[in-house]
């Protein structure tokens, strides 16, 4: 009987290897339902609420919508009503008011792509591509922004990293919160390979990396020079990165 058991198992196992359902690459998952709040037309308003939040420990970002109006997203919950649990006992608190729950962005069954680590070149799909040009036009929409988020109970470092991770937390993915975390996993790629959407990474040395941003076309990264900073786009051309670069990583 226990020869059975095992047989069957080890049976169960194989088909679900041949399946191709891989886990993600390691450091990289899919952002659950979220909780949003707020709709306010002065970017203060939202640094106040996330504030507030990270008060309490919590992981929280604002950033500025199509209608140009800034809202606060926090929490990574697998199911809807943990989500609303959540939220109704900060309403309860009266740290929130009202709020809505934001759904996962990609298909529940698909899985994320598997990464290595060899340069390009890379031939991305189509939807890979859409993907990408979503996260570098999302990281648009935050130039000019002041970059505050960051607090006092969040992980050291984790300023103009926490900006790459909050725009890829909008387009569904959840990636490490430091910058050296975020150089060590994805798909490495080349200077001339990167596209929309790619993170782009600069150090003083290779065991020292210390700056991301994120890729939007013509050699150009939307980034947080530094906390307190507005949100800038700048080039890689300019001789301040161009030295200091030490590659690109992709995620999509």
Not at 51 to 56: G, S, V
Not at 173 to 202: C, H, M, W, Y
Request: hydrophobic residues 40%.
């Amino acid at each position: 009987m226990l020869l059975r058991i095992l047989f069957a198992v080890a049976f169960t196992f194989a088909i679900i290897t041949a399946c191709g359902h891989a886990a993600p690459s390691a450091g990289i998952s899919r952002i659950g339902f979220s909780i949003q709040v707020g709709a306010f037309s002065e970017v203060r308003n939202a640094e106040r609420l996330t504030a507030r939040l990270q008060d309490k420990g919590i992981e929280a970002f604002y950033f500025k919508r199509e209608n140009g109006l800034y809202a606060v997203r926090f929490g990574d919950f697998p199911r809807r009503d943990e989500a609303r649990k959540t939220a109704k006992r900060l309403v309860s608190e009266r740290v929130i008011g009202s709020y809505f729950i934001a759904a996962p962005q990609f298909a529940a069954k698909e899985p994320l792509p598997q990464h290595t680590d060899r340069p390009g070149p890379v031939v991305k799909t189509k939807r890979e591509s859409d993907m990408g040009s979503i996260a570098a036009r999302t990281a648009e929409r935050f130039v000019g922004i002041p970059y505050r988020w960051g607090g006092n109970t969040v992980v050291d470092g984790m300023d103009c990293s926490g900006f790459a991770r909050a725009v890829y937390n909008l387009c569904g993915v959840n990636i490490p919160r430091t910058s050296a975390e975020q150089f060590k996993i994805g798909q490495e790629i080349a200077r001339n390979e990167l596209t929309d959407g790619d993170l782009v990474f600069f150090a003083n040395s290779e065991n020292r990396i210390n700056h991301v941003g994120i890729y939007v076309g013509d050699g150009r990264f939307v980034h947080a020079p530094k906390r307190g900073e507005d949100i800038k786009i700048s080039s890689l051309n300019d001789n301040r990165f161009s030295k200091r670069f030490m590659g690109g990583r992709r995620y999509f």
